[in-house]
């Protein structure tokens, strides 16, 4: 919560939108391939268990995520939540993790039943097939949908504003409350530079990933 | 086949243990605050246990905000400062989203709001309040240039207000007209548009962009936002009609105990003079309210009103 220079304050606002990205990016891509296997799981407890799951996180807004999960621990048990940063990490991971899985299991559902035969006839054992045949197959095809929710979670992350999280957006509307606009329409910028960033570096890796001819 | 089901319980136990983390590290904090909670429902106890009171601000001047040299000042900022000397206590701002400032007050996430908050009857209600230090008005906000026209009729013009504010309560009658009124703001505005704005930014936002013609404002945030070094350096501030006085106070949790003592600290500071330079160093003077004390031995002539009104005017100009 710096600055009277805007350009500064904008800056190291936006510092934070980056740290959220990253540390959700970082979290949830793996924990969302942990849910995945939950809702393709032959036990179906865990499978309907992690239905709901996902039914509950992609059915509410983000934003009340954001309250719940920064204000449920003081309002319900009177402890409250020692670091704003952390409430908005946990409820970012837990939302992104419930998207990423279900384009995890559109990617492994769409892996043909021949490649699993294929493996079984060269005597590969079940994860052997998954991670050597399957795996790399699925990145493959899910590279475009998860570019999409990765910019998506890019703009997203200006939402932990809402829990008083001192990112780009909110250090801009300091400076409309001392009268100048601009600032705000300003952090447009970072972001088109952002994500163009992301968009360069993902038609790179699709291109990277022609050699697979599936 | 088994293989598969082994990497879904594998996997089923990933997330139950980072489950359990979670919730380990949750009974971890109940265990070490449960038995302060357990032994004081008092916030005094738990703040002077901790050496630190934690308020709940917004930026804005001349109350919060930060000067040229990025040091932190304002004039709640410097008397909550003060108010920590006296009590032997860190004083902690957080900035907070002004919208959740009760739900943030009842998390316990913050102890206080301390921000140029007015005092309202729904406010008396939810929360304990302190006595009050500021007079606030309502102000409108025009462009310039359309001053005379619109202070002449503001009959089919639209009008603007942060939402949940005094100046909505005002103009939709939520919040009652008192003794200190000379023109009421719902009879005023009775043949204009309403249209809520998000914060009282963007209500001026709204009226530089065109899309409501005046905004009704606290004149204390209004005086921070409007001026000749800001982009809206073609917008007026207008406070002829007075459409009553509102008292800035801190808010705690309904029954805390914290007040008593915050209360105390601030007669101390009214009684050395404190409060007074203060006021004076963020040109707050004229609508500064006397300490309780010190007010019952004058003539309560800032009750009335006219005075201290005219004082918000004369200060604002």
């Known amino acids: 919560m710096l600055g009277a220079n805007p350009i500064e304050s904008l800056t190291s606002g936006f510092l934070l939108n980056l740290e959220l990205f990253a540390v959700t990016l970082l979290l949830a891509l793996p924990l969302g391939l942990i849910i995945t296997f939950c809702s393709m799981s032959r036990f179906k407890p865990l499978k309907w268990i992690t239905k709901v799951f996902i039914w509950v996180i992609r059915g509410t807004p983000l934003m009340l995520q954001l309250f719940v999960v920064l204000y449920a621990p003081g309002l319900l048990f009177g402890i409250p939540m020692s670091s704003r940063f952390t409430a908005a990490v946990i409820a970012f991971v837990i939302n992104y993790a419930a998207y990423f899985s279900e384009i995890y299991r559109g990617g492994i559902e769409s892996i043909s039943v021949g490649q699993y035969e294929a493996g079984k006839v060269l005597g590969m054992t079940r994860s052997q097939i998954f991670f050597k045949v399957v795996l790399l197959q699925v990145v493959k095809r899910i590279v475009p949908p998860m570019s999409n929710e990765i910019i998506t979670l890019t703009k997203d992350t200006a939402l932990a504003r809402v829990i008083g999280i001192g990112e780009i957006i909110m250090s801009a509307e300091r400076f409309t409350k001392m009268g100048l606009i601009w600032p705000l329409f300003s952090t447009a910028l970072y972001f088109l530079v952002f994500v163009g960033v992301l968009s360069l570096l993902f038609g790179w890796v699709e291109k990277k990933m022609d050699y697979f001819r599936v | ?317």
């Open chain 2, 1 to 317: 086949m088994k293989k598969f089901i082994a990497m879904a319980l594998f996997s089923a136990m990933c997330v139950t243990s980072l489950a359990g983390c979670g919730s380990s590290n949750g009974s971890g904090g109940s265990s070490a605050e449960g038995g302060t909670q357990a032994a004081a429902e008092s916030d005094w106890e738990d703040v002077s246990a901790k050496g630190e009171m934690t308020i709940g601000m917004t930026l804005f001047a001349p109350m919060n905000y930060y000067d040229e040299n990025n040091n932190f000042v304002g004039f709640d900022t410097e008397l909550a400062q003060a108010v920590g000397e006296k009590l032997g206590i860190d004083i902690n701002f957080v900035e907070i989203n002004w919208d959740s400032k009760e739900i943030e007050l009842n998390s316990k996430n913050i102890d206080c709001i301390w921000n140029g908050m007015c005092s309202t009857a729904e406010r008396q209600e939810t929360m304990t309040l302190s006595a009050p230090y500021l007079y606030n008005t309502q102000a409108m906000v025009m462009k310039a240039d359309r001053e005379d026209e619109i202070m002449s009729s503001v009959d089919g013009l639209t009008v603007t207000a942060e939402k949940g504010s005094t100046g909505e309560g005002k103009l939709q009658g939520t919040i009652a007209d008192d003794d200190t009124v000379e023109v009421s703001a719902m009879e005023y505005f009775a043949n204009s548009n309403y249209v809520a704005s998000d914060s009282m930014a963007k209500a001026l936002m709204e009226v530089k962009a065109g899309t409501a013609d005046v905004a009704l404002v606290d004149s204390v945030a209004a005086y921070g936002m409007v001026g000749p070094d800001t982009d809206y350096s073609d917008m007026v501030i207008n406070v002829d009609n007075n459409f009553g006085l509102q008292e800035y106070v801190i808010g705690f949790r309904k029954g805390s105990d914290l007040e008593q003592h915050v209360s105390d600290a601030i007669d101390e500071l009214y009684a050395d003079g404190t409060v007074a330079q203060l006021a004076e160093k963020y040109n707050l003077s004229d609508l500064l309210i006397e300490n309780d004390a010190q007010a019952a031995t004058e003539a309560p002539e800032a009750a009335t009103g006219d005075t201290a009104a005219e004082a918000a005017t004369a200060a604002a100009e």
